[in-house]
């Protein structure tokens, strides 16, 4: 299985994000709000959640098919018991030329502090968090469950002193929210090796009542940071990078803005999404996915649920943000949530 998908656009499939839970332990408001997500919330029972066997099942075909990175993220994934031992068996799967494929996790660091070790130790490679504000007053409204900034950054540190790097930390800017946070994190996280992103806020999912006016464009961010720091631009690593760089002049380090509304990056788009139920979606503000947990289960052999993961790729014409950037965006249907999916 060495074959390297395009989809109806010509874009490959190189990226998988991998979501291992639904539950998260924070209330974003852009994410999970609590009105939403209380107590009566049904998630979904943990026998219909992949197990970590199934998961590096479908991991392994995905690299096969041409991933070459794979991304765990929920939900909270440190949430998920015994996240350790799913890292440690995906850090075991190879690309067709021999090559481990990229291991990383998305996590708001809550937990990180006292699983940084066993996540490294088992083969995690580097890994994204997010941080929505250094104010402690501002961070606790932004969670909405009163938890202390204080502990996230202890849990960044951690996952810094055991060598998991480089670590990037996202910021979802949301205007009348946030912004008043954006020098602080700059000037925070310079010249510490950790890598700042900011992410204009988005409309995932139904329930977070999104706004455009709420969105906080990059270009207004890049100016105002611009007006302290020396910026100069840096070119993407990867094809279908998603953050436009933006290096300190001084060697302080770098910093991204993520222009998901404003600049949409469609075209260059090469992820897929994995749902904790085991629905291959093709775009994060899908409406529906390919339900692959039902081939795992119904003892089908590798070369079939290729087969299936091929045949959806091939029909892949998603392209969201560029449509809603034009005022063609379709809304008849309900998109799934991003506590779902993955961001």
């Known amino acids: 299985m060495s074959t390297h998908l395009l989809d109806a656009l010509g874009r490959p499939l190189r990226d998988l994000r991998i979501s291992v839970t639904d539950r ?19 998630f979904l029972p943990h026998k219909e959640l992949l197990t970590f066997e199934e998961i590096t099942r479908l991991a392994r075909v995905f690299v096969g098919l041409g991933v070459r990175k794979l991304r765990l ?15 440690a068996m995906l850090a075991e799967l ?7 494929a990229d291991l990383t996790l998305t996590t708001n660091a809550s937990l990180l502090a006292r699983k940084a070790a066993a996540l490294k130790a088992a083969g995690l490679q580097r890994l994204t968090v997010s941080l929505d504000g250094l104010d402690d007053a501002v961070f606790q409204r932004m969670n909405d469950v009163g938890f ?14 055991v060598g998991l790097a ?11 929210a946030n912004e008043d946070q954006i020098l602080p994190m700059v000037r ?30 990059s270009g207004e961010i890049l100016a105002l940071l611009r007006r302290e720091f020396d910026l100069r631009a840096v070119a993407a690593d990867d094809p279908g990078e998603t953050a436009e760089r933006f290096a300190h002049a001084d060697g302080g380090g770098e910093i991204g803005l993520i222009s998901s509304v404003t600049r949409a990056f469609c075209r260059d788009c090469n992820r897929a999404r994995l749902s904790t139920e085991g629905k291959l979606y093709t775009c994060l503000f899908a409406h529906r996915g390919d339900d692959l947990r039902g081939l795992l289960r119904s003892r089908a052999d590798d070369a079939m649920i290729a087969a299936a993961v091929q045949a959806v790729w091939a029909r892949r014409s998603d392209r969201y943000s560029e449509l809603r950037g034009a005022g063609q965006a379709p809304v008849a249907e309900r998109k799934i949530e991003m506590h779902y999916i993955g961001g």
């Open 24 to 42: 998260c332990n924070f209330r974003c408001s852009y994410c999970m709000p609590k009105q939403v997500f209380d107590k009566h919330y049904e």
């Open 73 to 87: 993220t929920g939900g909270e994934p440190l949430l998920r018991r015994g996240l350790e031992d799913l890292v």
């Open 94 to 100: 190879r690309t067709p030329e021999g090559s481990p």
């Open 148 to 161: 202390p900034v204080a502990e996230v950054l202890a849990g960044i540190e951690a996952a810094q002193a």
């Open 166 to 176: 480089p670590i990037k930390v996202n910021m979802v800017v949301k205007r009348g």
């Open 188 to 217: 925070h996280f310079k010249g510490t090796g950790v890598r700042l992103r900011f992410i204009e806020y988005m409309d995932v999912g139904a329930t977070n009542g999104w706004r455009m006016d709420e969105v906080l464009p």
